[in-house]
Every structure is written in C-alpha cells, then in structure tokens.
C-alpha cells in the first residue's frame, strides 16, 4: 500500500493517496476509488505526486530477492534525516544516479559496437571462408587488383628504362682493351 499526502493549492493537505494491492495483484487507489494500472502510477510519479509510492514500490521489491538498497544504506538515509542533512544526502544521491544512468548508457553503447564489430567479423569470416571453398586450390585467390587509368604511361615509360638500361650495359659488356705491359727479358 502507498500513501502520499497531495496539496490542493491553498496549502492544505488533502486527504493522502493510498494504493492498494490486492492478491490478485490489481491495485487500487482508494483517494479515487478505482483501481489503477501501473501506467496511471507512473503518470502519478511524472506528475509528481511520487515520494510514497516510490518508497513503496522500491519496499515491494525488496522481499522478492531484488534488494537494490542494502539494509546498512537505509539506515544511513534514515540517520541523514535525524541529523538534519537530508537536502545534501538527496542531492548526493540523486547526482550520483545521474551518473551511474550516464555510465549505464555509454556501456550499453560500447555494447551496441561490440555487437556491430562482431557482426562485421563474422560477415568477413564467411565471405574469408566461402572464397577459400570456392577456389580450386582451397585457398582464396588474392582480388585482382583495380586498373590503375595511368597504368599504361607507367609500363610505358618502365619498357623505355628498361632499353636504355640495356644499352648501358651493352656498352659495358665489352670491356676496354688493356695495353700489355712491355715484358721483361728472362734471365739466362
């Protein structure tokens, strides 16, 4: 059951809002006396008129194994309100759970490019592995590489390098001829 005091804007309270839930599990709000589904809580809690029934859903929660709150930090929240420093705890702890949704968010985005470079490898794999059975050898041939539109002036001006380059050598391919020495008469 939850209760939550409303105000009706003359700054007195009204009577305050109390949601039942039966063992059916239907809830029912007895300040409108209808029963109520978990999107009209929700409206409720948007709306504003939430700090009871947050306490209650999270206290609900807590006997089915889901403890989000350990027992030791509501002790702690209950001594900030006896010492005077709510306003700080809450302001803690509502920056705190900024951050921890931030982070939350960005881990479940380096998830999200986990998932996609996996997809990509695995695309890659297939395509690695298919090739391979297609080739006659069991092994993917190499791609051909692209055309190059220069190509030609390039095995071109390779073929000229390659004449004058022999021509070089032709010339040095016959050595110079090398004057004798005059010889020496032998000895007797």
Same mark, same amino acid.
């Given at each position: 059951?939850?209760?939550?005091?409303r105000?009706?804007?003359a700054?007195? &309270?009204?009577q305050p809002?109390?949601?039942?839930?039966? &063992?059916?599990r239907r809830?029912?709000n007895?300040?409108?006396? %209808?029963?109520?589904?978990?999107?009209?809580?929700?409206?409720?809690?948007? &709306?504003? /008129?939430?700090?009871s029934?947050?306490? *209650?859903?999270?206290?609900e929660h807590?006997?089915r194994? %889901?403890?989000?709150?350990?027992h030791?930090? #509501?002790r702690?929240?209950?001594?900030?309100?006896?010492q005077?420093?709510?306003? *700080?705890?809450?302001d803690?702890?509502?920056? !705190?759970?900024?951050?921890?949704?931030?982070?939350?968010?960005?881990?479940? &985005?380096l998830g999200?490019i986990?998932? *996609?470079? #996996?997809?990509?490898?695995?695309?890659?794999?297939?395509?690695?592995f298919?090739q391979?059975?297609?080739?006659?050898?069991?092994?993917?041939?190499?791609?051909e590489?692209?055309?190059?539109?220069?190509?030609?002036? *390039?095995? !071109? /001006?390779?073929?000229?390098e390659i004449? %004058?380059?022999?021509?070089?050598?032709g010339?040095?391919?016959?050595?110079?001829q090398r004057?004798?020495?005059p010889?020496?008469?032998?000895?007797?």
């Amino acid at each position: 059951m939850a209760h939550h005091d409303r105000s009706n804007g003359a700054g007195r &309270a009204e009577q305050p809002v109390v949601i039942r839930k039966y &063992a059916n599990r239907r809830l029912y709000n007895t300040g409108t006396t %209808e029963f109520v589904t978990l999107d009209d809580i929700r409206k409720m809690v948007v &709306a504003g /008129d939430s700090s009871s029934i947050l306490a *209650q859903i999270v206290a609900e929660h807590e006997p089915r194994g %889901e403890a989000i709150l350990p027992h030791e930090v #509501l002790r702690q929240i209950i001594s900030a309100y006896e010492q005077g420093v709510s306003a *700080q705890l809450s302001d803690y702890l509502k920056s !705190s759970m900024e951050t921890f949704t931030d982070n939350w968010r960005r881990l479940d &985005a380096l998830g999200e490019i986990g998932r *996609q470079n #996996l997809k990509i490898l695995r695309n890659s794999m297939t395509t690695i592995f298919a090739q391979a059975a297609a080739s006659p050898r069991g092994v993917a041939e190499p791609p051909e590489p692209e055309p190059d539109a220069n190509l030609e002036g *390039q095995v !071109s /001006d390779l073929k000229a390098e390659i004449r %004058e380059l022999r021509r070089q050598l032709g010339e040095r391919a016959t050595p110079p001829q090398r004057k004798k020495p005059p010889s020496k008469p032998r000895p007797r």
